[in-house]
């Protein structure tokens, strides 16, 4: 992997306009495997959701992109509007091929979502307006809000243009409100803009119907952070040293945090749809009774599997099909509304003797235990907000001590999580 630098950054923007722009074919041989290298050092320990981890995040942005933040500024589009209000389709492109990508994400995610007829939608961040027009070609009534005026003319002029039932509305992510009740707030290739999308999330899961839905699609969901961060993808670093777009990516477990900590159960997946290409669709809904993260009847409820894997840094256990294994440090990290909560999870020793463990909960151990037991129940007292609960812990190898072909240094097995308040 190659790495570049800031003092690289004039040359390969440079280098990546004369071969194109950052959409072009060469451009991206150019860049293959190239990854940018922070002088910034981000603190992956602090609280994600603390100012201070914002703060440093805002940092790494200024140093690649020599500018302080400022959206209302930077996440600018200059184009001919008048161009794009006669074309066949908002983004004025005349090959399908080059349009079908977007459909199919789109036409996934509304099955997902499962919309009633004549659905209200607020669509944020609605850009040239193509996700606001589908969904209203399928009989949805459509908000589209977007921080670009020249974005806003076009959606609006295009609604007169094919009358659909879309109202369009500048506005920011932080700043934009609304008296209606909507039954999906739909983001499409847009929330990793926002600075802090567990505001964001709070306040437009607040315009929800009961049973309304948080949708989104073409997120950057991947492992480059612990939780989040500015991404240094090649492509990424050209939008954010060029245009200063804030474009930053979450790992899974923390963009499902943003969605839990606001009380809506999330599914995420990826497609499998070759010619969607990378497709991440969340699916939340208010729970009528309880938040997604409170007490749910015993650590062997469906679901709660899925809420321990959410749970989890990838990177440091094994993943099954119905089971976490540790490693010989292995972390969860947990959201909690409160303080008094209690993290319980169901935990199993596959080994012939036991396993010493010892958890820690924000670099503090607070307790430690031998699982002698096939199946043990093991209770972690919560802090209210983040709690990284680390698990330190005997490994064995089961070929060595089972005689199998598994041949990895394992520690237990983990089936279930859940919260009790």
Request: aromatic share 8%; hydrophobic share 45%.
């Amino acid at each position: 992997m190659s790495m570049f630098s800031k003092a690289d950054l004039p040359a390969f923007i440079a280098k990546v306009d004369a071969l194109g722009g950052p959409a072009s074919a060469k451009a991206m041989e150019y860049w293959q495997g190239m990854r940018y290298r922070p002088q910034m050092k981000v603190n992956e320990d602090l609280d994600p959701f603390s100012e201070a981890y914002v703060d440093q995040q805002l940092a790494l942005y200024h140093e690649i992109s020599g500018r302080a933040i400022d959206q209302e500024a930077n996440e600018q589009s200059d184009f001919n509007v008048d161009h794009h209000v006669a074309g066949a389709n908002a983004y004025a492109m005349t090959n399908p091929n080059s349009m079908v990508r977007h459909y199919l994400r789109l036409s996934h995610l509304i099955a997902v979502a499962d919309l009633p007829a004549n659905a209200k939608v607020l669509d944020m961040g609605a850009g040239w307006g193509m996700s606001s027009e589908f969904f209203a070609t399928l009989g949805c009534r459509v908000t589209s809000v977007d921080i670009n005026p020249s974005f806003v003319e076009l959606i609006r002029r295009r609604q007169l243009r094919h009358g659909l039932p879309i109202v369009a509305a500048q506005g920011t992510f932080d700043e934009f409100l609304s008296e209606d009740r909507f039954d999906a707030v739909l983001f499409y290739e847009c929330l990793h803009h926002a600075i802090r999308p567990w505001t964001v999330i709070e306040r437009l899961g607040k315009m929800l119907k009961p049973d309304g839905a948080i949708i989104f699609a073409g997120e950057p969901i991947n492992n480059m952070w612990r939780h989040w961060g500015l991404r240094n993808d090649p492509k990424s670093i050209y939008c954010i040293a060029k245009m200063g777009w804030f474009e930053s990516g979450w790992s899974e477990a923390f963009i499902t945090a943003c969605l839990q900590r606001t009380g809506l159960s999330v599914k995420i997946e990826a497609s499998a749809v070759p010619t969607v290409g990378h497709l991440c669709v969340a699916r939340a809904r208010p729970n009528a009774t309880r938040p997604a993260a409170a007490a749910q009847p015993s650590s062997a409820q469906p679901g709660s599997f899925d809420l321990a894997r959410s749970y989890a840094r990838g990177d440091e256990w094994f993943m099954g099909p119905q089971h976490l294994i540790a490693k010989e440090r292995s972390t969860l990290d947990v959201q909690s509304a409160t303080a008094g909560a209690t993290l319980v999870l169901g935990v199993e020793n596959y080994r012939r003797t036991s396993i010493k463990l010892r958890v820690e909960r924000n670099g503090t151990t607070v307790q430690t235990l031998a699982l002698t037991d096939r199946k043990t129940e093991v209770r972690v007292p919560l802090m209210a907000g983040a709690n990284a609960i680390c698990f330190v812990s005997d490994t064995w190898v089961p070929k060595l001590e089972l005689g199998n072909a598994d041949t990895r240094a394992i520690s237990f097995h983990l089936a279930a999580a859940h919260i009790e308040p």
